[in-house]
């Protein structure tokens, strides 16, 4: 028996490419279901991330206009991490699996059916990785690689390349569910979930409409987020960085009583001013770093509901 797939696509002020990406997703659709690759229970669902355009309403009218289009609508703006999360924990129940992809048609759809070919295969999760970067600009691509690298090395188990295109069977989406956390950092949950995983490599298009709704501000943002949730080592670095700061300062303490033995009693205004600069920097870095767990916590303590459903076209 073919297995239910579901496209699970959040949507942020999307007007401008939501017409084509109903197109072509609802093509590829009827070419997997004819094909018998999938059920013909399988559907796509948009999920409304508070847009503030004209998005909901093309939603709800596609969904009047093509069976294969479904709609969530959540009450306000939560994040593309939490559109995709309520996607998933509101669909799981009527699908096998679970395609999740952004909205703008960059991530290639016609690996759709390698992705479940490798679920037929036995793996529970799939992800999409990039197979190249030379459509980016050169700062895009030595932030994004630079983001891979420095989450690894922090010790977060992450794929390298991977953005949130990824498969998930109904086993993974179950396992998912019980991960609570507030501060949502899907790259880094999903691979601690364990069980067999694929990848799937694809060329990333350009996108042909709209903006991008990732700036560099939500960028960093999203990569403090991802650190921050996954790693002490930050914690651990500053600790290092007290000890360095503590024998920086017995070296000085013994480089000035040097100086008065050597009749030298003139201080220098140099060091003094950089010692306190130096001390100041790392002190406010600390208290920023600490203050950015402690956040975290205090968020994670208040438990308060991740997304809400509005409305939920079926």
Known sequence: MNKILYLVVPCYNEEQVLPETVKELTIKLNSMIDSGLVSDKSRMVFVNDGSKDKTWELIEQYHQENPLVLGIKLSRNRGHQFAVLAGLMTVKERCDMAITMDADLQDDIDVIDEFVKQHYDGCEIVYGVRNSRETDTFFKRFTAEGFYKLMSGMGVD?????????????????????????????????????????????????????????????????????????????????????????????????????????????????????????????????????????????????????????????
């Open 158 to 314: 992450i794929v390298f390349n991977h953005a949130d295109y990824r498969l998930m069977s109904r086993t993974a989406l179950d396992a998912l569910e019980n991960y609570r956390e507030v501060n949502l950092f899907l790259r880094g949950i999903v691979p601690l979930l364990g069980y067999k995983t694929g990848i799937v490599e694809y060329a990333r298009k350009e996108r042909f409409a709209g903006e991008s709704k990732y700036p560099l501000k939500k960028m960093l943002a999203f990569a403090i987020d991802g650190i921050t949730s996954f790693s002490i080592k930050p914690i651990r670095m500053i600790t290092g960085l007290g000890i360095l700061a503590f024998l920086a300062s017995i070296i000085m303490v013994i480089y000035t009583i040097v100086g008065a033995l050597a009749g030298n009693t003139v201080s220098g205004w140099a060091s003094i001013v950089i010692s306190i600069w130096g001390f100041g920097g790392l002190i406010l870095i600390a208290l920023g770093m600490i203050g950015e767990y402690i956040g975290k916590i205090y968020m994670e303590t208040k438990a308060r509901p991740r997304y809400q459903v509005e409305k939920f076209l079926d």
